[in-house]
C-alpha cells in the first residue's frame, strides 16, 4: 500500500460482525494489533522477542476513524508504519481498505516498560534500529 | 462522577485480560459502548428504542488514552457524558476510574443513520431533547 | 434458580451480537466464566484467592446446547453449581435463563495446576471445603 | 490432517490471550467458527451463499476438550469435517494441532433456520450434496 512499508491482511470474522450486520468497531482495534505484531515479525524480529528481552511494549492510545462499514468475510488489507520513536515511546499509523477504497484508519501510541517493574524502559537499540531501516525504504506519501 | 451526568460500573473480566497480565486495551471500547448503552437506558428509553425507529447508531471514531492498567476483577466507574449533538452526529466523553484514580479516558463520535439505506438522518428530536436535558443537570467541570 | 445455590446476571452487550443479530454462542462461554468468577467470590473468597495460592484454574471442557436465542440487552439469569470435585479436578454446571425461559446450559470441567510448572495440583482444602459448604444448601433437583 | 478432508490454519493473537498467560479457551470457539467457514468456502460456495438463500445455520451445541495450552502467536492447524447431515441438523468435528500435537478437540452441532422466521428448513440440497463430495473424498480415521 503506497505510503506503508508493511501491509497485512485479515477476513472478518463472523463472531467480529454485531447486530447492525457489519463488523463491530472494536475489532478494528485486534485487527491493528494483528497488523503490529506482523510488522515486527517481518521487520524486527518479532513482537515475542521484545518481550523474551523482559520488555513489554504497552498500548497508551487508540485512535480509530471509520469510513465504510466492513461485512463478514471481507478481505481488509492494513497498510502499517511505524515512526516517532523516543525514548520508550512509538507510534504506529494505519490504514484499512478493501478492494482500494479505504474502510478506516487510525494510529496507536506505545511505551515500553520492564516486565517487572512496569517502569518506562527505552525502546531496545536493536529494535529502533530494525524499524528505522524497514520505514526508511518507503517514503511517506 | 464530577464533570459526569452518568456512571457506569463494570468488572473486568478474565476472558478480558491478556498475556501482559492486564485488561487488553481493546476491552476499554467495548466497556465505552456497555457504559454508552446504559447512559441511553437512563436518559432517552434505551439504544434498543432509536433501533426500533429505524434508526441505526454508527461509531465513526473512537479515541482512548491509557494511563494505568487494570487488572482482573478490577472494578472500573466509567464516567460517561454526551455533547456536541448536530444533525446526524453526537460524540460522547468517558473516563473510566478505579478507587478515585483514572485508569482511561477519551470519546468517542457517532452518526445516526437509516437502518434500511445507511443514509444520514438526523437523531431523533425526542433523543436530542433527553440528552440536552440529562446533560444540563451537570455542569462541565 | 431451583437447584443451584448461585445465580449471576449478565446483560447482552452490542459486541456480543453478531450479524444473525443474536448473541454470539461464544459469548456465553464468557458468561459461564463471569458467572464461575461470581460464585467463587460469593462462597470461596474469589478466584484471585486460589491464584495468589500458586494456583491456576485451567478449563479442560466446555460443553454447551443452545435452545433459544439471546438478543442485544436482554437480562440472563446463570444458575451455577459446583460439583465432582476430585483430586486435580471439579466441573461446574450452568442453567442460562430469560424470564423463565432456558435460552442455554452446559458444563465446563477444570483442572488445577501449580501456576510455575503447569504440574496438576490438588484443589485446595479450603477451597474445596468452600464449595462443598455451598453446595450443601441445595438439593439437586 | 489425517481424517479430515479440510485444514484451516490460525495464529493466536495477543488479544486472545489471557492473563494465565495462555490462549482463552473462549477463543478456540471463535477460530472452529473461523475453520468452519473456511470448510464451506472450500467445498460448498462459502457460508454467505447459504444466508443468500435466505437461510441461517444456528449453532445449537459446543463441546470442547483442551489438552495442551496454546500461547501467543502459535500457529494451529485445524482439521475439519462436516457429518450426520439430517433434515435440517448437521454436525463439524474438529481437531487442533501445534506441531503435530494435539492441542484441543471438539464437535460443534448446527441447525438450519429460514431466516425470517427462524424455523427449521432443512439443509438446502445443494450444499448437503458439496458436503457430502466433500467428506466421501477423506475416509474416516
Not at 494483528?34 to 485512535?63: M, P, S, W
Not at 465504510?68 to 520508550?88: H, K, P, W, Y
Not at 499509523?93 to 518506562?120: I, K, Q
Request: proline share 4%; net charge negative.
Amino acid at each position: 500500500m503506497d505510503g506503508y512499508p508493511f501491509t497485512h491482511r485479515v477476513r472478518v470474522r463472523f463472531a467480529e460482525t454485531d447486530a447492525q450486520g457489519i463488523a463491530h468497531h472494536a475489532s478494528f482495534v485486534v485487527w491493528l494489533e494483528e497488523a503490529r505484531v506482523a510488522y515486527l515479525a517481518e521487520f524486527a524480529g518479532g513482537y515475542q522477542a521484545i518481550r523474551d528481552g523482559g520488555i513489554e511494549a504497552l498500548t497508551t492510545e487508540v485512535h480509530l476513524e471509520y469510513g465504510r462499514a466492513a461485512v463478514f468475510d471481507d478481505v481488509l488489507e492494513i497498510g502499517v508504519r511505524c515512526g516517532e520513536m523516543r525514548g520508550a515511546r512509538f507510534r504506529f499509523t494505519y490504514e484499512v481498505v478493501r478492494d482500494g477504497e479505504r474502510v478506516a484508519h487510525g494510529w496507536t501510541a506505545h511505551a515500553t516498560v520492564d516486565a517487572a517493574t512496569h517502569r518506562p524502559t527505552r525502546v531496545p537499540a536493536w529494535f529502533a534500529e530494525a524499524v528505522l531501516r524497514a520505514e526508511a525504504s518507503t517514503p511517506t506519501p
